[in-house]
DNA sequence: ATAAGTGCAAATACTTTGCAAAGAC
DNA sequence: GTCTTTGCAAAGTATTTGCACTTAT
């Protein structure tokens, strides 16, 4: 807002088109091994800098730190997603109808004023994910899953 | 299963309590810190080893990572969360029926075998982690939303 | 011309790990 | 007594940051 505002750069365009063309949920170290090729002077830090500046500007999700890693999506439409624990593979979740699913969610979670009892805080949430985690199809034969819990099987 | 387990120590069942009996989601940091004054021998690496543990075991959930800090329930049963993306507070979600959300959200999760076509890739899914993130009352009037998303107000 | 974007390397911060000593049963 | 757990400190790893230089308009 103070002036002028420059949102454009060759390296900046291609960082965000690599996230927006891969359905494979990049971490910033994947797309810097993918544009070191095509552009060598790329640095891992205008990588990182711009992954936070595409967060901020609402360009990009993260779906959250996967096997200490935070990873990326540019589809920002909110949907679930399936993490494998062992691999870090992360997958969309194609739910057959994502409205009924976000409108369930949403009559479940936000009850009428009166329903509760007591003061209430107000939290002003913006984003909302959903993710399962489990083991893909590669890793279910040679890993346990963690105990104590149910299981689901979904199919992608 | 080769030979004798033990499984406690004072030091292990003092970090699970402290964990079991906060609705503060902590993370390991503030375990240790809330530990050592009683404990003074106390590493902050046995905690971690300790929180690794009884994840492994399933006493203690992963709610993911916030603010660079992995956090953690001892309340194993599913259920949503809120999390303050500045402050860092995590709430649980006081969801009037969890059972109902649950299983609407199984109900869309799992379609018959035959709602989709081609090959499937089978998951094995065992934890289900829905999170909310925005800002607390606190916080909600010092620090904007993220962008290019809707605003959720949630009561708790 | 001028402010934004970047490379590089150092710094940060959380978490894990190796090994010898202490603890549990 | 034997195997597990722990303290301590070092190592590991993802991410951020400072500063001088480059790029975009």
Redesign the interface.
């Known amino acids: 807002m103070n002036g002028i505002e420059r949102k454009h750069s060759k390296k900046r365009d291609a960082i965000l088109e690599v996230i927006r063309s891969t359905l494979s949920h990049p971490g910033a170290q994947w797309v810097y091994e993918r544009l070191k090729p095509v552009i060598p002077g790329l640095s891992l830090g205008t990588v990182y800098r711009n992954i936070t500046f595409f967060?901020?500007?609402?360009?990009v999700v993260s779906l959250?730190?996967v096997n200490g890693e935070?990873r990326f999506d540019g589809d920002?439409k909110p949907h679930?997603h399936?993490v494998?624990r062992h691999c870090g593979r992360v997958?969309d979740?194609?739910?057959?109808?994502p409205e009924?699913?976000t409108a369930?969610?949403?009559r479940?979670?936000?009850?009428p004023?009166d329903?509760?009892g007591g003061n209430?805080?107000?939290?002003?949430?913006?984003?909302?994910?959903?993710?399962?985690?489990?083991?893909?199809?590669s890793c279910?034969e040679q890993y346990p899953?963690?105990?104590?819990?149910?299981?689901?099987?979904?199919?992608?």
């Open positions: 967060r901020q500007e609402g360009l959250g730190v935070e920002v679930p399936l494998c997958v979740i194609p739910c057959p109808a009924t699913f369930i969610l949403d479940g979670l936000m009850p004023r329903r509760f209430r805080e107000c939290f002003r949430v913006d984003v909302r994910r959903t993710v399962f985690y489990g083991l893909c199809g279910v899953l963690e105990k104590g819990r149910g299981i689901y099987q979904i199919f992608i």
